[in-house]
């Protein structure tokens, strides 16, 4: 879940640009102002508020453990492999399958898997979901 001192740092740094770009005018650090702010309202606030929302009025679950997603994220990344947690649970409303997506990890997490996995899930908006990864003997960001 996506913390509120993620939030903090991310307005701290567009409010860093945006002095910078009032004392020293310059378009780079005027559009990277603009391109932190609009991070923020179109993506991490979103998704802050969704983590909210699940946790205060949704439900648990359990979904059915699809696959885990693996990809090389190159070599430039010293994080190298990263792996998700695919899940899928039917929808109560529209009979749906739901897809649930865990935060990426750098540690494989498929030998510590079961057939299912805990999510807690706002079915009013089903990208609203917590996905619970305790089970894990390594920390998920």
Known sequence: MLSLTTIIIAVAVTAVLLVITLVAPNPITGIMALVFGALIYFVLWPKYEGGQQAQAHGVEIQAAVQEVRHWNSGMRNSQGDKYEIIALAPNPYN???????????????????????TVKVDWSNPKAYIMDLSFLPFKVH
């Open 95 to 117: 009979g749906k399958m739901q897809q649930f997506v865990s935060p990426p990890m750098t540690t494989d997490p498929e030998p510590y898997l079961q057939d299912t996995v």
